[in-house]
């Protein structure tokens, strides 16, 4: 499809469409709008009121940005309804003199909130290369969450809006789904990782690329939030407060500006509650994803938070409170690390497996929507996570006055020490040959970590060789010389024949030439080891 035919198709006239509310400033007394036009479209304003008061419109101009998609020149035009009064509803139109939208109505939030919901949603992409990209039944579905629960006064998603979010056919499709929705209630996006991919043919597929300053993301949605995110990387991270509330919603890009970023602002607020919000989780459940580019890079702002709500692998998980390498049972001890499930029937590319880390899992697996409500009530914050068809997946109350999770469920405390491959309790095959610490050196078993994940382990008198990845070590008893993927090498300390007649080595050796990391919970009393390959090993079947 060219330019020309996308233009007939779905391409911006000169009539608004793709209008959305969002939080930019005090909700009791603003409210942002974007929409979009053709580029012929010079100068727009908005014209609000009282709804159904009969008073005189007020105007607010609009700021105009240009861009040019991949398909269309849009203009984009975002203005701000200022100077409103609290928990009142109001009513405007967007638009010029020649082109003006609908009326559409939104109600203010309470001067001082004391209690407030808001819907959380991730991983909502659909669509094949080609167009019109369908987020009807996204549309439908989403409607009918808000029907079950009018009292959202926002709706926050976790990432991943789009499907491939360097293309017009993609914002078109999403902003058609949205329709009738995100006119009428705040929309506030946290960018993921298919928001700022690409194709060179977005058509054919080819040529996929990730855009590090998702310039489709920032163009579309320039003016729609506050202007306070760490410099050079703007509009995909922001914070707005709502009620006793700050949110800090993070982009993909820009790790170590995001970090310093978010560990002052949530230092300095004032709120009683802090959420963040970033799609790749902290606290993942599926068996091969790694959290490298998450976790520690982001870890001193993370864990400023009280809530941090991800997405990402389209299942659900709640974390105990984790803080550096704790898991721990009370609110003031850590952060609560919150995996959104798929909400729009999505099923997983990944299975959900029972991780050390989490307190609570779910196998969301059906070609059904999950969605969260949250609801903020003084020192209490109630998370609630759904399938579509109604069924309650979780229930928890963060309680701060009372400084605990209900309900109870402690973080598991080892009396021995554990082993642990991405969070996942290796089983039997370490049920006699658990890691020990001897002169300030912690020891494995290669050949059980080998046995669980798939690589292959060969024994030979005295020696032990371990390949996963497309990468080896060879250990020998009493030597602590390696031969690895990246040369011999010296141990910290020599490998030790141990339980079971096992050889064992000591952890950080083993893992530095498979391209792995341990972490030890010293807390919990175990090793998890982590691997940034997200590859699913077998042994070759001849």
């Known amino acids: 499809m060219d330019r020309k035919e996308w233009k007939q198709f779905r391409g911006s006239k000169p009539q608004p469409d793709q209008i959305m509310l969002s939080i930019k400033g005090d909700p009791s007394e603003r409210m942002a709008v974007r929409w979009r036009t053709c580029a012929d479209i010079k100068d727009g304003y908005v014209l609000y009121r009282t709804a159904g008061s009969g008073d005189g419109w007020r105007k ?58 808001f819907l959380c949603l991730s991983d909502i992409q659909t669509g094949a290369a080609q167009p019109p990209a369908d987020y009807t039944e996204f549309g439908q579905i989403l409607r009918g969450i808000l029907n079950k629960h009018p009292e959202c006064a926002f709706i926050l998603t976790g990432g991943d809006n789009t499907n491939c979010g360097q293309t017009d056919v993609q914002w078109t499709g999403l902003f058609g789904g949205l329709a009738g929705i995100c006119e009428e209630i705040p929309m506030m996006m946290c960018m993921g990782n298919h928001d700022d991919m690409g ?231 370490t049920e006699h040959l658990l890691p020990f610490y001897k002169d300030g050196v912690w020891y494995v078993c290669p050949g059980a970590l080998m046995s669980f994940t798939g690589g292959t382990a060969i024994r030979t008198p005295g020696r032990i060789r371990v390949e996963i990845y497309g990468r080896f070590a060879v250990f020998t008893e009493n030597s602590d010389r390696m031969d690895s993927s990246l040369g011999e090498a010296r141990m910290q300390a020599p490998c030790l024949r141990g339980a079971g007649g096992q050889l064992f080595v000591p952890v950080e050796d083993l893992c530095r030439p498979l391209r792995m990391h341990p972490l030890y919970f010293t807390h919990n009393n175990f090793i998890s080891i982590e691997s940034e390959t997200e590859a699913r090993e077998a042994p070759e079947q001849p």
């Not at 009513?91 to 203010?108: C, I, K, L, N």
């Not at 709500?309 to 049972?329: I, T, V």
């Not at 609801?375 to 609630?384: F, I, K, M, Y």
């Open 60 to 117: 607010a101009a609009a700021t105009r940005n240009i861009f040019e998609s991949d398909l269309d020149v849009n203009a984009v035009f975002f203005a701000d309804m200022t100077g409103l009064s609290p928990d009142l509803r109001y009513e405007y139109t967007v638009g010029d003199d020649a082109h003006r939208s609908p009326v559409f109505s939104f109600r203010t939030a309470k001067a001082h909130v004391d209690r407030f919901s």
């Open 199 to 429: 194709f060179a043919d977005y058509f054919t597929g080819e040529g996929k690329y990730y855009s590090e300053h998702a310039t489709y993301f920032t163009n579309y949605l320039l003016g729609s939030y506050p202007d306070n995110g760490p410099e050079g990387w703007k509009v995909a991270n922001y914070a707005f407060r709502y009620g006793d509330a700050d949110f800090f919603v993070l982009g993909t890009s820009g790790y170590e500006e995001m970090n310093a970023w978010l560990k002052t602002a949530a230092t300095e607020s004032g709120a009683r509650w802090k959420f963040g919000v970033h799609h790749f989780p902290v606290c993942y459940s599926g068996p091969t994803i790694e959290n490298e580019d998450t976790y520690p890079a982001l870890r001193d702002g993370l864990e400023c938070c009280d809530v941090v709500f991800s997405g990402h692998e389209h299942s659900f998980a709640r974390s105990y409170p984790r803080r550096g390498d704790g898991l721990y049972d009370r609110p003031s001890e850590g952060t609560v690390h919150y995996n959104l499930g798929s909400g729009n029937r999505n099923p997983p590319g990944t299975r959900v497996v029972p991780k050390v880390w989490n307190a609570k899992t779910y196998p969301h697996e059906e070609d059904l929507s999950m969605y969260s409500v949250v609801t903020v009530e003084g020192d209490r914050c109630t998370l609630t996570a759904y399938v579509e068809d109604g069924r309650v997946v979780d229930r928890c109350v963060i309680d701060k006055g009372n400084d605990c999770i209900v309900p109870v469920d402690p973080a598991p405390v080892y009396n021995r020490p554990r082993l642990k491959f991405k969070g996942y309790d290796l089983g039997m095959c």
